[in-house]
């Protein structure tokens, strides 16, 4: 009795293993749906565009966008927890999403347990701007303008617990200057807020305010890295600006719903690197300040490493300066 059992349990784990290999195969055989956690016009959406246009090829498939907004993000993120795990619908995100609302938020899914890593994509140092009326022309100058505001300066956020308002806080801290933190839902209509006049001060992603600071209608005082941007080298770094060692980068990545076959995630996979990989793809992203991951970095171990770290990292400190939703 017990060796039929087994015997049983052995051919329908070959089932299963040939049901699996053969999906994969077929797989895509539908549009492929990437839910973007933010509005439309933000940099996560316009990475994500660029992106699935390109996939679209790889896949032999559409990639179709779903903006998915609110909480910080993680509305969307629920929204792929929640899927089917057939790599139908796929989460781009980024440290805020996927690292620091864990830290902010009573999540109803695990960042790590209840995802599948398929590539790291970028990352983006972020902007210091401000809007065109504020009388500072330099980062030091903004400083001691700030110090005469205290209490009175309104910092835009992509949300609560976002990059940017992690972004503010440190800010907060570093010159010791209570700023007034002004949530938005995404980094598109803070933006478009700065340039109206309603904010002055946000943290953006640099691939999200380049244009802007382009076009003057904002103004740029540092980038929150070591070097200067080749898309915009006329902006300094921090060091450069007088706020040394003030470093800040927003990073995205793709996951999939846990239990996704492994064959399946490895065909995403290999999309990402294919598109990744494209001239006209890297000359875009270049153009907005990203900087493309490595080959070693794109792999789903490799996001998977990534990510934890990351949560080792950023969760003690949010925790210690008490960033809780709202």
């Known amino acids: 009795m017990l060796s039929k059992k087994i015997l049983f349990l052995a051919l329908a784990c070959a089932l299963l293993t040939t049901i699996s290999s053969a999906f994969g195969q077929g797989y895509p055989s539908r549009p492929v749906t990437v839910v973007v956690p933010f509005a439309a016009g933000g940099p996560t959406d316009t990475l994500a565009r660029i992106l699935a246009q390109r996939m679209t090829v790889s896949l032999g498939q559409s990639v179709i966008i779903e903006n998915v907004t609110g909480a910080a993000g993680s509305l969307g993120v629920a929204r792929v927890v929640r899927a089917s795990p057939d790599g139908y619908t796929l989460s781009i995100g980024h440290v805020g999403t996927h690292v620091l609302n864990g830290a902010i938020y009573s999540l109803q899914y695990d960042l790590l347990k209840d995802l599948e890593p398929i590539a790291i994509v970028a990352s983006n140092p972020q902007l210091i701007v401000g809007k065109r009326g504020i009388p500072a022309k330099t980062l030091q100058e903004l400083i001691v303008w700030i110090k005469a505001h205290p209490g009175a300066v309104l910092v835009g956020t992509a949300g609560v617990g976002s990059p940017s308002h992690v972004s503010g806080v440190y800010l907060q801290n570093t010159i010791a200057t209570p700023l007034v933190m002004v949530p938005f839902r995404g980094a598109g209509p803070?933006?478009?807020?700065?340039?109206?006049?309603?904010?002055?001060?946000?943290?953006?992603?640099?691939?999200?305010?380049?244009?802007?600071?382009?076009?003057?209608?904002?103004?740029?005082?540092?980038?929150?890295?070591?070097?200067?941007?080749?898309?915009?080298?006329?902006?300094?770094?921090?060091?450069?600006a007088g706020l040394s060692g003030f470093y800040i980068s927003v990073w995205h990545g793709f996951w999939t719903p846990k239990g996704t076959p492994k064959e399946v995630i490895a065909k995403l996979n290999a999309a990402v690197v294919d598109t990744l990989a494209d001239s006209k793809v890297r000359e875009r992203l270049a153009e907005l300040g990203q900087e493309i991951s490595t080959p070693d970095q794109q792999t789903p171990q490799a996001l998977g490493t990534f990510q934890k770290a990351e949560i080792e990292k950023w969760w003690p400190i949010i925790k210690a300066a008490n960033i809780k939703a709202e």
């Open 190 to 240: 803070a933006l478009q807020a700065l340039m109206a006049g309603q904010l002055d001060l946000l943290f953006d992603q640099a691939s999200n305010s380049i244009p802007q600071v382009q076009g003057k209608t904002v103004t740029a005082y540092a980038v929150t890295a070591k070097t200067r941007l080749a898309a915009a080298p006329d902006i300094p770094t921090v060091d450069e």
